[in-house]
């Protein structure tokens, strides 16, 4: 009987401590994470969203460029994480094209936040869904840019989100669906593509672009020098050519992609080539939400 009160209290203790361990790491965790909102220029939050993209840039100074919305409600979750309760604005929201993995999220954010600007190609919408998104969009009076390449979001000491692609007027043109959308072209190849920069270091968000604008972009490589690479659509087969990151050299890829998704994705061959040139991969179908910190003038990923 008594062993049994022995065995009992020593499980009692384990489980205080473990408790106390995990109560304590999470304190960390919240501390950190303010210590960065007030030191770091900015922050980049890659949100799991599960099979989608959205991440967001926040800088220093509480300006928010969202970036794609992911396919549901969990961006509005992280959104609540990475800014602070009382903040309901968000500068620019970014949609690097109108797939649902990328924008219907952003239904429920039109719903809970003052936005400025939203920023899109302009592209005439292809699904009643997406009809529905840009008459939302209009009905809230938000204010529209139809970027290309040269387009800039000026941020906290001087970081900023720079416009890469498309580089030519999307405005109202009907994109010709692709002929096999696992091979990229349609609406993904006409996504927006973008540098966010932190001193000489540099984020690289590719939407879901395939290898034929990696192709594209290669004629500017010295635009594509990045650190981060937000790997291209999800991890597909048809992106994240060699020729591409021998180019963009990162040292780190982020892979925004829901846990057993039925694309596949991330592929066996993206992996391969990502872990041959010792870049290190983040996952948010394994890690959930991944976030970095622009401090000093250079990013690094965050705890
Ligand atoms: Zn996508």
């Keep these: 009987m008594l062993s049994m009160n022995k065995t009992?209290?020593?499980?009692?203790?384990?489980?205080?401590?473990?408790?106390?361990?995990?109560?304590?790491?999470s304190l960390a965790g919240i501390i950190e994470q303010r210590r960065l909102a007030v030191t770091a220029s900015a922050q980049l939050w890659f949100f799991d969203v599960g099979q989608g993209d959205a991440?967001?840039?926040?800088?220093?100074?509480g300006k928010d460029v969202l970036i794609d919305g992911g396919p549901g409600a969990d961006v509005l979750e992280g959104l609540s994480d990475a800014m602070p309760f009382w903040d309901r604005t968000i500068d620019v929201v970014l949609v690097t094209h109108l797939d649902a993995d990328h924008y219907v999220g952003l239904f429920g954010v039109l719903q809970k936040y003052k936005i400025g600007e939203i920023w899109w190609n302009g592209a005439a919408p292809t699904t009643d869904t997406a009809r529905r998104f840009v008459a939302a969009v209009e009905a809230k009076?938000?204010?529209?840019r139809f970027v290309q390449a040269g387009e800039r979001a000026d941020l906290a000491d001087g970081t900023s989100f720079q416009v890469l692609w498309p580089r030519e007027e999307m405005r109202g043109r009907i994109v010709p669906p692709a002929t096999s959308s696992a091979k990229g072209g349609g609406t993904n190849d006409f996504g927006i593509v973008g540098t966010f920069s932190c001193g000489a270091s540099r984020a690289l968000f590719t939407g879901d672009i395939s290898a034929h604008v990696e192709a594209a972009l290669l004629d500017d490589a010295s635009a594509l020098?990045?650190?981060l690479l937000k790997v291209a659509h999800h991890g597909s087969a048809y992106s994240t050519s060699e020729a591409f990151l021998d180019a963009v050299r990162p040292k780190e890829a982020v892979i925004s992609s829901g846990a057993g998704n039925r694309y596949g994705h991330p592929t066996p061959r993206?992996?391969?080539?990502?872990?041959?040139?010792?870049?290190?991969i983040h996952r948010t179908d394994r890690e959930g939400t991944i976030r970095y910190a622009c401090a000093g003038g250079r990013l690094h990923l965050a705890k």
């Design 225 to 227: 020098r990045a650190e």
């Design 55 to 61: 991440v967001l840039i926040r800088d220093r100074e």
């Design 270 to 280: 993206v992996l391969s080539a990502l872990l041959e040139r010792g870049i290190s």
């Design 141 to 144: 009076g938000i204010a529209q």
């Design 8 to 25: 009992f209290l020593k499980r009692h203790h384990i489980l205080l401590i473990v408790l106390a361990l995990a109560g304590a790491f």
